[in-house]
């Protein structure tokens, strides 16, 4: 049996908790929230914390839900989402050209601050 003095002291989001309880349902352990009056070793403990986990469940489904209808939205605007491109069009054509004309990687990398992968894509056949 494990013991707890409050459900927020054994997980951080109901999705951990839920995880954490399936983990204990499969090896057979109890657990007893002492602040909650949840014990999972009689029926009313276990229907309310079925019951909590079912009313998180819904909370995160409605989260999502929201949150998804809202990207779909603002991309309507013409609102483009991620990290902004390191370098614009003009200066992947110079680097491609500094690239063909044989300037060594290590000083394009330095010259435009990018990394190794980010020069590798830029330059590759199909990259950019």
């Not at 090896?27 to 929230?33: L, M, P, R």
């Not at 909370?59 to 370098?87: C, H, M, S, T, Y």
């Not at 394009?108 to 590798?120: A, C, N, P």
Request: charged share 30%; proline share 2%.
């Amino acid at each position: 049996m494990l013991v707890v003095t409050r459900l927020d002291r054994l997980a951080r989001s109901m999705f951990d908790l839920q995880d954490i309880a399936r983990t204990l349902e499969r090896k057979g352990v109890d657990f007893v929230v002492l602040d909650q009056n949840i014990d999972t070793t009689t029926p009313a403990g276990r229907l309310t914390f079925h019951l909590l986990g079912a009313v998180a469940e819904f909370e995160r489904d409605l989260i999502a839900e929201r949150r998804n209808e809202g990207i779909a939205r603002a991309r309507q605007r013409g609102v483009r989402f991620g990290r902004r491109p390191k370098l614009t069009d003009a200066q992947i054509h110079e680097l491609r050209s500094a690239h063909k004309a044989g300037e060594a990687r290590q000083a394009l990398m330095q010259r435009f601050g990018i990394s190794k992968t980010t020069f590798y894509r830029l330059t590759s056949a199909g990259g950019g």
